[in-house]
């Protein structure tokens, strides 16, 4: 598989969640974990592979590197590249430098860089609206990456925000999160299975990239919920009326959002359902799990699975998640 090295600018909402569904994803598609370095909303992984931007979440744009400098050696770089390669059309050139990180100070202003790159250029023309080519200097530390817009990130998700589907219900995440919670489990195909599933809003997304969908709700109102909205999205899904607790979990990976709080049915106390649905058997080999994050860690009993990563996502004042990466043990 032919790799390039690319820049992940991540979003400042959450660059640890955009951080892992990269690193999740390409560690799949290479069958190893991939040689990655973070500086605050930058992700630099080596041998990255091309398409994920249209997956993404927690992302806003995903660029080619073309080389690396430091603030020393950059204008001998920039000279010694023949851009003609690289540049097609007209372009723009920017600067980035990475959020929330100590930079180091490069004394080039964005059309100073522009006009070294004019120069380079048999036939240049420059567009600062609307670009055949973005180029931009990405700043992570003492390190400058020299690099091609190659992705926007879709942002298309706020058409999908419950309140605009045929059956709303308030329980149901918001789509950015769901979406960032199926890369979580590294899949790039095979079936994902929500048992419970409410009004679909983890399916909606796993079936928009691509896999097979599996839902289960103990609420028959759920599930003709569901149904209309995967309907509204063209998705077909295998749904059912069951007890995630009691019933069938075939799939390559669940991604869940374990039910709390008064939108939802509890009949038992959170711990206790966390617990009982961990222990359950199941042929998946991945989990991602949302559990309140008023659930303290020490209450959870793992059994099979291993915790390989978590997180805290806010939700709103009263309410934040946690995040449960899980792998089969
Ligand atoms: C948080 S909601 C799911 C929201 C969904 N993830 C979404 O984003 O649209 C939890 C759902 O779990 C269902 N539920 C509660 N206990 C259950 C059980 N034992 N088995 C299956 N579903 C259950 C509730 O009826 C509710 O629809």
């Given at each position: 598989m032919k790799t390039d090295s690319r820049i992940y600018l991540l979003s400042l909402d959450h660059p640890e969640i955009g951080a892992e569904e990269v690193v999740a994803l390409t560690r799949t598609a290479l069958g190893k974990p991939p040689s990655c370095f973070q500086a605050g909303d930058l992700l630099m992984v080596q041998d990255s592979v091309s398409g994920l931007g249209q997956r993404?979440?927690?992302?806003k744009a995903v660029c080619k590197v073309v080389a690396e400098a430091t603030p020393e050696t950059l204008a001998a770089s920039i000279k010694g590249i023949d851009w003609n390669r690289h540049i097609k059309g007209s372009f723009k050139a920017e600067i980035r430098r990475a959020r929330n990180y100590m930079n180091a100070p490069v004394e080039l202003s964005e059309s100073e860089l522009g006009a070294m790159l004019y120069e380079n250029l048999e036939s240049p023309s420059v567009s600062l609206e609307n670009p055949d080519t973005t180029f931009t200097l990405f700043v992570a530390g003492e390190k400058l990456f020299l690099s091609l817009l190659e992705e926007k990130v879709p942002t298309d998700f706020m058409q999908r925000r419950p309140h605009l589907r045929p059956v709303m219900h308030p329980s149901s995440i918001h789509p950015r999160l769901a979406r960032a919670c199926v890369n979580l489990t590294g899949l790039l195909s095979g079936t994902i299975m929500d048992p419970f599933c409410g009004t679909g809003g983890i399916l909606i997304e796993a079936g928009l990239l691509g896999f097979s969908i599996k839902g289960c709700d103990i609420k028959h109102r759920m599930i003709e919920a569901c149904e209309k909205n995967l309907n509204h999205y063209n998705l077909k899904a295998e749904l059912f009326v069951g007890d995630a607790l009691a019933a069938e979990l075939n799939a390559d990976a669940i991604v869940t959002d374990i039910p709390y709080g008064r939108n939802t049915t509890l009949t038992m106390d959170a711990a206790e359902l966390v617990n009982s649905f961990l222990s359950r058997e199941t042929t998946a080999k991945r989990m991602v799990l949302m559990i309140p994050d008023t659930l303290q860690p020490e209450k959870i009993r793992y059994g099979n699975w291993l915790l390989e990563k978590q997180f805290t996502h806010y939700i709103h004042k009263s309410l934040s998640k946690r995040i449960l990466v899980l792998k089969k043990n």
């Open positions: 993404l979440a927690y992302a």
